[in-house]
């Protein structure tokens, strides 16, 4: 990068640096790069932010099917995060920490749930609730075209993303203190409970708050396994489409913009609280 | 005293097998050997960390073998010490006392004792974060000191520690196992530590633990 200071030096050593120079020529590409991405990343947001007007953001703000959309997808992705996080402790350390026969296997089932196609995964799910079993479950507790089948269909991607990050965060974590731990009288999750989970903070931190991103904008498996009802179902995601769909563009881009502010607000809360840990 | 009777132990490529040693009660033992042959090894499995495919694992004259690592009454002091990331200084020492539910006061007394007699009572508010290796080692040692062992397994605590610190280490355990009666056994590949310490030198290669008087 010491090149790119070059540039405020004089333009033209800059150039010169860039001839001659090949680790100048180096560092120029990936800035490139990097700057090309950034500013096409700035240039949707912008595009999309100067659509709308304030009078349009504060319309679709007011209207009743919106609220509550806002409200469900709040109340959904932090319950999703709060499940993910659950699963994903257990189940990232467990890979961390263990060898097994199938491991490799296990790990790329724990994956499908990220290659495979959102809609797909919607449309796995209505059938699995179609079985004997899935039957008797959402007669139980009633998934299909709920709530509680919201959470289950942004559960099933967050979490496959929390159990990636956490198995890296105790990857990252040796496994010596806990052996210590047990030397001084802890059971093997004794020792997990009270030495490697503080530490693992702000890993959980970010495991959740990935959650939480990828639940908020969740909308192929939720629409296909929980629907599109309004005031019933309806998810920021599902507004966005009906919105759309009805032909209310400036809806539809307030409501866009409301998911990028809460997108952007979650991600930088947690980052500050993650780095306080 | 520590004894290990035909321990055998195998995982994957590595093996140990028909692995005897003894250490007599209140001796310092230095464990030697060439990098790899498998001296943490033994170390882990006198702790419980690792469990053998056959023989027994003796510590005070007890048979220890089928025992959790916690109830062997050994500490542990591994490579880097091993420190607790989240915990304060006077949390680690005072962990093990907390583990087995000791009185708040009991437990103050104890961490302030012996950070006194290892020199870190000035640290005890600190995080781990920032302390030198010398001060790493010396919390660990307190803190595995803190429950009272009758054994001491240390696998290498001197060699990560710079040149000038490594007398002044050497001589606060040797004073430590003195003071507390502990019997020691202490990992090293160098032979200075051993002539330095060793009342007795076990010689680790190709699976065969030798032991002599120093």
């Known amino acids: 990068m010491a090149s790119l200071a070059r540039f405020f030096i004089g333009p033209w050593d800059f150039i010169l640096s860039l001839v001659r120079d090949p680790n100048a020529r180096f560092w120029f590409y990936l800035a490139l790069s990097t700057a090309g991405y950034v500013l096409f990343i700035v240039a949707m947001l912008v595009a999309t932010a100067v ?227 | 005293m520590i004894e290990l009777q035909n321990v055998s132990w195998r995982v994957d490529d590595f093996s140990l097998t028909g692995v005897n040693c003894a250490v007599q009660d209140g001796d310092y033992a230095v464990l030697m050997g060439p990098t790899g042959c498998g001296k943490t090894t033994v170390v882990e499995i006198i702790c419980g960390l690792r469990k053998p495919s056959a023989g027994r694992v003796m510590v005070a004259g007890a048979d220890v073998t089928g025992c959790l690592p916690g109830d062997r009454n050994i500490g542990y002091v591994p490579q880097d010490g091993a420190l607790f990331p989240t915990m304060t200084v006077g949390e680690q020492i005072g962990f093990g006392l907390q583990v087995r539910r000791r009185a708040k006061d009991d437990i103050n007394e104890s961490v302030s004792r012996l950070a006194q007699e290892l020199g870190i009572a000035h640290l005890l508010e600190r995080r781990v974060h920032g302390l030198s290796g010398g001060e790493r080692q010396r919390v660990a040692l307190g803190r595995a000191l803190a429950v009272e062992p009758r054994v001491l397994l240390l696998d290498e605590p001197i060699s990560a520690l710079d040149e000038d610190m490594r007398e002044g280490m050497m001589a606060l355990l040797k004073r430590i196992q003195k003071e507390h009666a502990v019997t020691v056994l202490h990992v090293t590949h160098s032979s200075w530590e051993a002539d330095q310490l060793a009342d007795c030198v076990l010689r680790m290669e190709n699976g065969v633990i030798e032991a002599r008087k120093a």
């Open chain 1, 51 to 277: 659509h709308s007007t304030p009078g349009d953001l504060l319309s679709a703000l007011q209207s009743r099917e919106i609220q509550h959309s806002i409200y469900l997808s709040l109340l959904t992705c932090s319950l999703t995060a709060l499940l993910s996080l659950l699963a994903a402790v257990p189940i990232g350390y467990l890979l961390a920490r263990c060898r097994f026969f199938g491991k490799a296997l296990v790990e790329s089932i724990l994956d499908i749930p990220i290659v495979l196609p959102p809609m797909v995964i919607g449309l796995c799910l209505l059938i699995l609730f179609q079985t004997g079993l899935g039957g008797f479950v959402d007669s139980v507790i009633p998934f299909t075209y709920t709530v509680f089948g919201v959470v289950l269909a942004q559960f099933v991607i967050g979490v496959a993303f929390a159990i990636r990050t956490m198995r890296g965060t105790f990857d990252q974590l040796s496994q010596r203190p806990e052996d210590v731990a047990m030397t001084l009288g802890c059971s093997r999750g004794g020792a997990m409970w009270r030495v490697t989970l503080p530490a693992a903070g702000k890993g959980m931190v970010a495991a959740a708050s990935v959650a939480w991103a990828r639940s908020l904008g969740e909308f192929g498996p939720v629409l296909v396994f929980a629907g599109a009802t309004r005031m019933k179902t309806e998810v920021l995601p599902t507004t966005v489409w009906l919105e759309l769909s009805v032909g209310n563009l400036e809806g539809a881009i307030a409501v866009s913009l409301l998911m990028v502010l809460f997108a952007m607000v979650v991600l930088v809360a947690m980052r500050l609280v993650g780095e306080r840990w």
